[in-house]
């Protein structure tokens, strides 16, 4: 079960980018966050591994796109952390790897991968973090060629997470 606190979103997506630009020199990694912090209610172990899964997704696929092209020796992941009017937050993972396939919404259905060797867990799991912080998860496809990855957590936080803290203000 989630534990919710109050964290930097900020902080959490510099953090799991760090994790694999440092083992990653060939490819460019670029975290794009406000400098002033974005709170949020979130359990930040969950929303750290949510995060870590799609960055290593989309360094994957980056992978697979420079092994396919010769001409093309670096690649890009890029992360971006926006606010919107109504206070929601919205956190873009892109890449310019090798893209999605044509039936992307089944690769959130746990089992099902596009890697050899691959358990077609990671994106089912990614998404069930995503509903338990009452957010969403999207794929798209990115211009010039990769994917795009969306999440939005909304500016209310999880829905148990404000029961939890009511809870916490009465007890």
């Known amino acids: 079960k989630p534990s919710f606190r109050q964290e930097n979103l900020g902080e959490i997506l510099r ?77 873009h993972i892109e890449d310019d790897g090798a893209g999605l396939p044509g039936d992307r919404e089944r690769i959130l259905e746990p089992y099902v991968t596009l890697r050899r060797g691959g358990t077609g867990l990671g994106l089912a799991i990614v998404k069930r973090i995503l509903e338990e912080h ?15 990855v969306t999440l939005i957590l909304p500016a209310n936080g999880p829905p148990s997470a404000t029961a939890d803290s009511k809870d916490a203000e009465d007890g």
């Open 15 to 91: 953090q799991s980018m760090f994790l694999y630009e440092v083992s990653r020199p060939d490819i460019l990694f670029e975290c794009d966050v406000p400098a002033d912090a974005v709170q949020r209610q979130c359990d930040r172990r969950l929303l750290g591994q949510a995060l870590s899964n799609l960055i290593k997704n989309a360094t994957e696929a980056v992978e697979r796109r420079m092994e396919q092209d010769s001409q093309s020796p670096t690649g890009h992941v890029w992360s971006r952390l926006t606010l919107d009017a109504a206070g929601s937050a919205t956190i």
């Open 134 to 148: 009452g957010g969403t998860l999207s794929l798209g496809d990115r211009d010039g060629g990769g994917t795009v």
